[in-house]
């Protein structure tokens, strides 16, 4: 309820509900925030906080004293505490993760509390908190600043840092006695029917078919908390289905934004199921359910699958040569040597060792060309990210040899390092490698193209996971509708993740090229998508309507870094219009507000639905990016240029750059059909020369 339109919308629902629901229903999403660790809590408030004073309206800064108060009264106030059942024994030992969160901070946040009022008025008033850096210095005179939360050593570890299992009632007490009899206590109103809540993402439709309520009983008594930044922790809620359904409590970010991507990729399901060939190819996109219970608070439902990098690391065993190696050299210098040699490396050892050679390849390429007078490589300074940049310089690093490199990354790690690990998944069995093959190969379309139109970006290792039957599971939508080439110092110039490695286990055939199995299903998706582009853009509208708290931030920061580069944003075509026309780069105009950021980003989203060629597109979300120009130390609109000759590729030689040619004289900046959109983006996301010169970490082998 951020917003009037949204507080709204609230209020005809809690009328709507039964008596006792809307009671029921906080209790359990205070239960569930409760189980975030306070300090990831804290962290996501007081940005919050910091955002809205940066607005400075008074709309805004009236949001900031109400996200004040709900930090006091989930974090701070005792009362409110022992209420949730966060509470000591009766010589003051033990108590909760939160209890004891609240007793260390306790004095710097009645100081807050002073300055700031128990109904947030001081930050109404602008003589009291000036804007976000005046809310800052107060946080940081109080140790409440994020910065001051760092791990450390003892009882501050044990408290804040902690990971692995973990009892639930020292994180939740009211989750871990969550139940009907402890809504009665608590006093819901209504009868036991009314103060029940379903399971979260138990409810609605799944698969077309109408699901069955899962009424939510409790809690299993532990809870696991991983060692990721945010600290996520995975409870197990019991259901009337005498099943456990598992949940990660996630804090410190808004995950409206994974529960809008979900809802648009069911949608895009959806569309592929009532296109008869997609529907007999099984094409679709694993969805899991996401349940935001608060702007910094949600449930992410567990999905049973591995990341890439997970599978490569359990499923590929140490390599013979790795023991007889170890034995040889020993530890110390002569250990580090060896694997430095590429001799005897297990599966975490390759990708090290091919991440450093990568890193090692860009910056000694941008000495020697530095030395040797190369414009880009004098004008970028001397750090990973402006290195990078310049490596699109092909005075610095030729496509040829872009793409040697590529090559030796991939013999460092193995291309067939996937393909043998989903074997090995099989053991043996010929039946099941078809399977496992077959629908390795339509999720791999499915996901690839519906990506794409979203605009789905930062897809490493890391990001995407593989179930037990093959198909691929997107996770993590922070860089979202071209975020990934808008905003990251380090553009990224691909449409979707397909490395030598993802293609490996559809060798023999050539997947990449024109078609093939990949190509046609790609493009039976693309075509699917594009019958039911109203109703999609009709779901991604709400962007527009609503946009993200993070958008807020972007549009902010981009206008005021384009503004400090003198960027005036003029154009002649509309938001999200043309780019490009006859060859020459027209930027898109600069956003002038959050709705128009919003807007830009849905008006590129609607164009890849009107088969616009994806080289045109990618360099209109290269002109927005005007992070590249500080890191460039001003260099940006030569960085660009480099980058625009990457992404259109050699004029005459790429597929992606001969179909582009064929209606240059047209000044037409769509694609013929599917086939040919799909042939373009299937080259731009296997180019060796556009790969080599992705980010390191990115893994782009």
Same mark, same amino acid.
């Given at each position: ?545 609503? =946009? ?5 931030? *972007?549009?902010?920061? %981009? #206008?005021?870094?384009?503004?400090? &580069? /003198?960027?005036? +944003? $003029? ?42 060629? =994806? ?5 209109? *979300?290269?002109?927005? %990016? #005007?992070?590249?120009?500080?890191? &460039? /130390?001003?260099? +940006? $609109? ?64």
């Amino acid at each position: 309820e951020s917003s009037p339109e949204a507080a709204a919308r609230a209020g005809v629902l809690r009328a709507a509900l039964p008596a006792g629901a809307a009671e029921s229903l906080g209790a359990l999403g205070a239960a569930l925030a409760d189980a975030a660790p306070p300090h990831i809590r804290w962290k996501g408030l007081s940005e919050s906080i910091q955002n809205k004073l940066a607005d400075g309206s008074p709309a805004a800064r009236a949001q900031a004293a109400a996200l004040w108060r709900e930090a006091r009264q989930a974090l701070f106030v005792r009362k409110a505490l022992e209420r949730r059942g966060h509470v000591t024994d009766s010589k003051n030992r033990g108590g909760t993760r939160a209890l004891m969160w609240m007793q260390k901070h306790e004095n710097g946040f009645k100081s807050m509390d002073r300055k700031l009022g128990s109904d947030g008025s001081g930050l109404l008033d602008v003589r009291t908190v000036k804007d976000e850096t005046d809310f800052q210095r107060l946080c940081h005179a109080n140790s409440l600043l994020n910065s001051d939360f760092k791990v450390g050593t003892g009882q501050n570890a044990r408290e804040y840092f902690t990971h692995g299992p973990c009892r639930l009632a020292a994180i939740s007490p009211a989750l871990a006695a969550y139940g009907r009899t402890a809504l009665a206590s608590a006093g819901a109103a209504g009868t036991s029917s009314d103060a029940c809540v379903h399971v979260p993402g138990m409810h609605g439709e799944v698969d077309g078919r109408e699901a069955a309520a899962v009424e939510l009983l409790g809690a299993a008594p532990h809870a696991r908390v991983f060692g990721s930044k945010q600290r996520p922790v995975m409870v197990t809620l019991r259901g009337s289905d005498e099943a456990e359904h598992a949940r990660i409590v996630k804090a410190g970010e808004d995950l409206r934004m994974d529960a809008r991507v979900q809802q648009l990729l069911r949608a895009m399901n959806a569309a592929l199921l009532r296109d008869g060939r997609a529907a007999r190819r099984r094409l679709e996109v694993r969805c899991y359910d996401v349940t935001p219970l608060a702007p910094q608070c949600g449930l992410v439902e567990v999905v049973d699958a591995l990341t890439i990098k997970d599978v490569i690391r359990r499923c590929t065993p140490p390599t013979a040569p790795t023991a007889q190696a170890s034995a040889a050299a020993g530890g110390g210098r002569k250990r580090r040597a060896a694997v430095g040699n590429g001799a005897a490396m297990g599966g975490d050892e390759a990708m090290i060792h091919a991440l450093n050679t990568h890193y090692q390849w860009i910056h000694a390429s941008h000495k020697r060309a530095k030395a040797a007078g190369s414009p880009a490589a004098k004008a970028c300074r001397a750090n990973t990210n402006a290195a990078f940049l310049a490596a699109h310089d092909p005075a610095m690093i030729s496509d040829e040899a872009a793409r040697n490199k590529m090559a030796e990354l991939g013999a460092i790690v193995g291309h067939n390092a996937l393909r043998n690990a989903l074997l090995v998944r099989c053991r043996g069995a010929p039946e099941a490698w078809v399977a496992v093959r077959g629908r390795y190969a339509a999720s791999l379309a499915a996901s690839s193209i519906a990506g794409w139109v979203l605009g789905l970006g930062d897809r490493h290792q890391e990001n995407i996971m593989v179930a037990a039957d093959g198909s691929l599971v997107p996770i993590d939508f922070g860089y979202c509708f071209g975020a990934a080439t808008m905003l990251l110092p380090v553009p990224e110039l691909v449409p979707f993740r397909l490395t030598p490695t993802m293609l490996a286990p559809l060798r023999p055939q050539a997947a990449e090229r024109a078609g093939s199995t990949l190509h046609s299903d790609a493009a039976s998706t693309l075509r699917a998508l594009r019958r039911a582009r109203r109703q999609l853009v009709g779901v991604a509208e709400i962007f527009v309507r609503e =946009p993200l708290v993070d958008w807020e931030v *972007e549009a902010r920061k %981009n #206008a005021s870094l384009m503004e400090k &580069s /003198g960027h005036d +944003g $003029e154009s002649d075509g509309d938001v999200g219009g043309a780019g490009v026309v006859g060859g020459s780069i027209a930027p898109l105009a600069a956003p002038s507000g959050t709705r128009s950021y919003a807007e830009i980003k849905i008006g590129i989203f609607k164009r890849k639905l009107e088969l616009a060629h =994806p080289t045109y597109t990618l360099i209109d *979300e290269l002109a927005l %990016n #005007a992070t590249v120009e500080k890191v &460039s /130390g001003g260099n +940006g $609109e030569l960085l660009g240029a480099l980058m625009a000759r990457t992404a259109l590729g050699e004029a005459g030689v790429a597929p992606r750059a001969v179909a582009r040619a064929a209606r240059e004289p047209l000044q037409d900046e769509r694609c013929f059909n599917e086939e040919a959109c799909v042939e373009s983006l299937l080259d731009l996301a296997t180019d060796g020369a556009v790969l080599a010169r992705m980010y390191c970490g990115w893994e782009s082998w």
